[in-house]
């Protein structure tokens, strides 16, 4: 029976290629591969995960399915999806349902699609997949993607669903902070690895991921100049962060927006410009936000902004900028080019929205480069197995991964980039240890 839903199956061909080199890029992934090929350690093992379906994605779930597992995959954003790389994972045999631009009803009838098909481990980017489950497991009908996930969900017990779930991952800090929640409001049905919160994901894939991939996507979408704009970077956290110093690198002057002060004394000293939102709407060119907030540029702040002031995302949700703000101030709203919107205020300015205010990086790019997704995925793939091997035996908590397995990583990533690093001596392991010997 066919199990997938992608817009064009006959794009497979075009998706292998990718794949193809995403692999060539994965070395580490490729490592954990070559094992997982021999033990089959996800044998009779069904996966059900909520991801952004992109050449990456492809290589660690061919990889799991190389272990064994049984793959149900529905796209983490109704505009990530890379449709020749669904078809691509059709034709391996993932039961994938994706496709770019699905409607908010597509989006959430494909996550019912994985919750129905009973997996024992979940992986999320974002959480929408396990919130669905926690939704229906609580009765949460009045919830719209509650009441779409049970249709497709059906007579399925939920309960037994749950009761068949030994944990799942998360890849992203807005996916973390909402599990977060959870388990504080002691409704978390099953333990969570938070794999953002491990050193080789959070300080590759959000820093030099985003950074690269975010200003990739906006020079696609508009083919702008980044040398000489005034660029305005909301939030100063690791995807922030990126995102300016890149943005610096070529050649912009980065202004930095954030509420945390620790933080702000970070960007200042870092070099930019640090200052509030109001200040920042009269005299930036781009404005970025990356906070994992809502409505962070809003109604007072649009109508500050110059003619022809840009305004991408690269948070996880279309929330930081207040599109609902930005309706009620225009006149008229027109898609000029694909990925631009230009928005007319009813001051006569017009603003141009890149993507919707959906992540900017997988929207009108490819998202983040295969090197830095190697260390992301084998973080999923290595967290998995953990939840596996514990047994049943972790609480419903939110978990990191063991500091062990993230610096085994970090040591396999620079193995395979020849990178030789220095070992302690005896002696320094000693006198590290020892608090006798002073000045
Ligand atoms: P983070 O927690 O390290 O940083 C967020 C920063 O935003 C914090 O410093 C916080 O104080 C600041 N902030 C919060 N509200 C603000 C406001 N109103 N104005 C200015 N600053 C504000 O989080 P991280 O890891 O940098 O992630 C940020 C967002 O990016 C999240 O939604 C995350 O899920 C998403 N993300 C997106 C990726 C992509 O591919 N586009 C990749 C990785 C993360």
């Known amino acids: 029976m066919k199990s997938y839903a992608v817009k064009n199956i006959s794009l497979s061909s075009e998706g292998e290629k990718k794949i193809y080199w995403a692999e060539k890029h994965m070395p580490v992934l490729a490592l954990i591969r070559k094992n997982f090929k021999k033990t089959k350690p996800f044998e009779n093992v069904t996966i059900g995960a909520c991801l952004h379906v992109t050449k990456e994605t492809a290589v660690l779930v061919s990889t799991l399915k190389s272990a064994g597992a049984e793959i149900y995959l529905s796209a983490s954003n109704p505009l990530s999806t890379q449709d020749e790389v669904a078809a691509a994972l059709a034709g391996r045999g993932i039961h994938v349902f994706a496709w770019r631009g699905m409607s908010k009803e597509e989006y959430y009838r494909a996550i019912g699609h994985v919750v129905k098909a009973e997996p024992m481990l979940t992986m999320d980017d974002g959480a929408d997949l396990t919130a669905c489950i926690h939704g229906l497991y609580y009765k949460e009908y009045a919830r719209e993607d509650v009441k779409i996930v049970a249709q497709v969900v059906g007579k399925k017990s939920i309960g037994d669903i749950v009761e068949n779930i030994v944990g799942g991952t998360e890849e992203t800090t807005t996916g973390v902070l909402r599990l977060k929640a959870m388990a504080r409001e002691g409704t978390l049905l099953y333990p969570i690895i938070a794999v953002n919160d491990s050193y080789t994901k959070f300080l590759f894939d959000n820093r030099h991921g985003t950074g690269q991939s975010a200003l990739d996507g906006i020079i696609r979408a508009t083919n702008m100049l980044i040398a000489g704009k005034t660029v305005v970077v909301a939030g100063y956290g690791w995807v922030g962060r990126g995102i300016a110093l890149r943005a610096k690198g070529l050649g912009a002057n980065v202004v930095v927006v954030e509420v945390n002060p620790i933080r702000a004394l970070e960007a200042l000293y870092d070099g930019f410009y640090v200052t509030n939102m109001i200040t920042a709407s009269k005299i930036g060119d781009l404005f970025i936000t990356a906070t994992g907030n809502r409505s962070v540029i809003r109604k007072e ?16 949700f279309n929330v930081e900028i207040d599109l609902e703000d930005l309706e009620n101030i225009s006149t008229s709203k027109k898609e000029i ?7 007319t205020l009813k001051n006569g300015k017009k603003i141009y929205l890149l993507c919707e205010g959906r992540l900017v990086n997988l929207a009108a ?56 690093i220095e070992k302690l001596t005896k002696d320094q392991r000693e006198y590290l240890k020892s608090w006798k010997l002073g000045t």
């Open 337 to 343: 080019k694909t990925n631009v919107t230009e928005y």
């Open 365 to 420: 790019a490819e998202g983040h480069p295969p090197e830095v997704m190697d260390m992301s995925f084998t973080n999923q793939a290595l967290a998995l197995l953990y939840l596996l091997k514990k047994n049943r035996k972790l609480k419903k908590k939110v978990y990191r991964l063991p500091l062990p397995i993230d610096r085994k990583i970090a040591e396999l990533k620079l193995k395979s980039l020849n990178v030789k």
């Open 301 to 316: 702040h649009f109508l500050k902004m110059k003619n022809g002031a840009i305004l991408a995302n690269a948070g996880h």
